[in-house]
């Protein structure tokens, strides 16, 4: 590509436009196969997901919508990223999305922002779920990039995992029979909702060396712990509490799941499975959290997973 670049000045204006051509087709090359290429790396379940479930007029799109959150995410989580970086990193983020849905197409972008402007281009239904999903997505991206070393309230809490719920719940409605009809009300929202509450217990360990913490302060002022004692009897009680708290969205999740079409139950069934078989986990030890839960990755726990999915299937 460089060398092309210095060359084209002793080319001919036929030439010249064969270059340019050249140059489009392979950075149109280079775009559609990073979305798929960030997805499987980050997450091969999600990956075959959109893979063999989503409508395929819309895989590409499922594709460079998970891949490009999952850049920004990395981006913020990078560990020589500064506040003042992220912060500056995040408002060009907002500024490239808000500048795309107004129809106002930004120059000068990285190969992942392009993802998410060609994403919206894409977009022509008002107040559509991708829009949601993007607009959510980024409301939780922010939030993560402010509380690093900082307590959050219940309330933080509650609204946190809300925008993730709401965006990936529309995500999924959006590009697995967008056009099937599918559960209203909040009740749309509960398994994704119990899926962040297990996710957050999932990655305590790992967040509270990283500067996160997943518990209110609330919660820690009135128990006196720090937040870093993840170990105690009193953040073992908090754990139990939202373990009780994901079952129940869980259970009324798969209720309200059953009224989606037959690939959006598939997905949502796996994407529960996934998160129940850590919340057993949790339970048969005592609540006490542990770094990682690479078992639920072997074959047992996929033959379970599997299992769990065409039970629901079933009793749907």
Avoid at 3 to 13: E, G, P, Q
Avoid at 225 to 249: C, F, G, M, P, Q
């Amino acid at each position: 590509m460089t060398n092309l670049t210095i060359a084209s000045d002793k080319l001919s204006t036929a030439e010249v436009q064969s270059v340019q051509k050249l140059r489009v087709r392979m950075l149109d090359e280079n775009d559609l196969a990073l979305p798929t290429a960030i997805t499987k790396a980050a997450s091969k379940q999600t990956f075959y997901t959109i893979k063999l479930l989503v409508d395929p007029e819309r895989v590409m799109d499922a594709y460079r919508a998970y891949a490009y959150f999952r850049w920004v995410d990395d981006s913020l989580d990078a560990p020589v990223a500064q506040q003042s970086n992220r912060v500056s990193f995040l408002e060009r983020q907002q500024m490239i999305i808000d500048c795309a849905y107004q129809g106002h197409w930004p120059s000068m972008l990285t190969a992942e922002e392009r993802m998410v402007v060609e994403l919206i281009r894409t977009d022509r239904e008002q107040n559509s779920g991708l829009q949601d999903y993007i607009r959510h997505m980024l409301a939780v991206m922010e939030f993560d990039a402010y509380r690093r070393g900082k307590l959050i309230s219940a309330h933080e809490l509650a609204t946190y995992t809300r925008h993730l719920a709401v965006a990936v719940t529309e995500a999924m409605h959006y590009f697995i029979g967008h056009n099937d009809s599918a559960p209203c009300g909040e009740a749309r929202y509960f398994a994704v909702t119990a899926a962040h509450i297990t996710h957050m217990l999932r990655d305590t360990c790992d967040d509270v060396a990283a500067g996160y913490y997943n518990i209110p302060q609330e919660f820690l002022l009135e128990h006196g712990i720090d937040a870093t004692e993840v170990n105690s009897d009193a953040y073992r009680e908090w754990v139990k509490n939202r373990v009780e708290l994901a079952r129940t969205y869980f259970n009324a999740g798969r209720d309200a799941l059953a009224q989606a079409n037959r690939r959006c139950r598939i997905a949502g069934y796996a994407y529960m499975a996934r998160f129940e078989g850590v919340l057993d986990a949790i339970e048969r030890e005592g609540y006490r959290l542990r770094a990682a839960y690479p078992e639920l990755k072997h074959l047992g726990g996929m033959l379970k997973m599997s299992w769990s999915v065409l039970g629901g299937l079933v009793r749907a």
